[in-house]
């Protein structure tokens, strides 16, 4: 069975940082893209940032870059994203997803996990 689940989630403080991880199981992860997305209250999802099958990141959400940072253990079947100086903005449910080869863009057979929330408040 083919199965992604997102750990690392919680309440933190704006300027704190956290490190979410996307464990998959029932595939091996060095042929798939894994891409993250983030839904606030209210508001759509969005895609956060992609780390292509070959290593290759993209940050796709301006309001992260310089703060969020894609990284995978393909030997370890993980991938993740560290988060650091966050802020109120950034609380939503973060997902992750898993596409098969290096594109990074999302399709009808893309994995996805069942998400963690991640709130930032003081």
């Known amino acids: 069975q083919l199965q992604l689940v997102e750990s690392g989630g919680g309440l933190v403080q704006p300027g704190e940082s956290l490190r979410l991880s996307c464990a998959v199981s029932g595939f091996t992860l060095d042929r798939y893209t894994i891409l993250w997305f983030r839904q606030a209250p209210g508001k759509e999802r969005e895609k956060v940032s992609c780390?292509?099958?070959?290593?290759?990141?993209?940050t796709f959400a301006d309001s992260v870059k310089g703060r969020f940072t894609s990284s995978r253990d393909n030997a370890k079947n993980t991938a993740a994203l560290e988060m650091n100086n966050l802020k109120p903005e950034d609380t939503g449910i973060y997902y992750c997803?898993?596409?098969?080869?290096?594109?990074?863009?999302?399709?009808?057979?893309?994995?996805w996990g069942q998400g963690t929330q991640v709130t930032v408040s003081s």
């Open positions: 997803a898993a596409e098969y080869g290096g594109n990074c863009l999302i399709g009808r057979d893309t994995y």
């Open positions: 780390i292509q099958d070959w290593g290759g990141v993209y």
